[in-house]
């Protein structure tokens, strides 16, 4: 079984800065895949980035990146110059590269960008 | 097209109403998922579809009865609900095989209100 763990509820940030959103993980699977997703009001899930656990680097995405410790069981969203359009829930997610393919979500994390 | 579109946006219903949802998406994915989100919670799975055939049901009661006629579409078949069923329904699909698919894409989900 899996388990994520978010223990942001919400989180400020002025715009223009930088945020990290923490991420834990728990699984007792070789080999899965981390996700972090952006929820807005609206209700769509839109994918942001994702990471293997046998990837060597860690993955960017434009203005994301995520900062993954393997041996930490960590999985952190770090984004760069907030914009107010950032303000959303987002969550962190895995699943295991065999077995059951289905993500698994944290709690979520809620995000303010202040002007 | 990289689009999941569900229908409709937002449905109200009594408890001895018969409705379905729908999801369609034309990326040739042959895994879709239905999953349910609470206010202020993470999405929950409920059913995977792999080559059209039910592979998870993640022991949702008989009142949502799962179909995914073709490979494009996936429905949800609502009967007898109770007013905590009300939440945000996500459809979501992916590739199926190997290599193992880097994100599942959602579509922007069903309101459902049960009166």
């Known amino acids: 079984a899996q388990k994520i763990t978010q223990t942001q509820p919400g989180m400020f940030v002025q715009e223009k800065e930088a945020v990290t959103l923490d991420c834990t993980y728990d699984t007792s699977d070789p080999s899965y895949g981390l996700f972090w997703y952006k929820q807005p009001s609206s209700g769509e899930m839109i994918f942001l980035i994702y990471q293997g656990s046998y990837d060597q680097q860690n993955a960017t995405e434009g203005r994301y990146s995520l900062n993954f410790q393997k041996a930490r069981k960590s999985a952190n969203l770090v984004i760069s110059a907030s914009q107010l359009g950032d303000s959303a829930m987002y969550f962190c997610a895995m699943r295991p590269n065999t077995g059951r393919r289905a993500l698994t979500f944290g709690s979520g994390t809620r995000l303010q960008v202040q002007p | 097209d990289t689009e999941v579109t569900q229908t409709p946006k937002h449905l109200v219903m009594g408890m001895t109403n018969k409705k379905s949802l729908k999801c369609e998406q034309h990326m040739g994915h042959r895994a879709m998922y239905w999953y349910k989100q609470k206010a202020k919670k993470p999405p929950e799975l409920m059913f995977v579809?792999?080559?059209?055939?039910?592979?998870i049901n993640e022991s949702v009661p008989s009142r949502f009865s799962p179909e995914c006629p073709n490979s494009s579409l996936l429905n949800l078949h609502l009967h007898a609900l109770q007013p905590e069923d009300s939440a945000l329904y996500l459809c979501?699909?992916?590739?199926?095989?190997?290599?193992?698919?880097?994100?599942?894409?959602f579509g922007p989900g069903t309101r459902l209100t049960v009166l």
């Open positions: 579809y792999s080559y059209e055939k039910l592979s």
């Open positions: 979501a699909s992916s590739q199926e095989g190997n290599p193992i698919p880097n994100e599942q894409f």
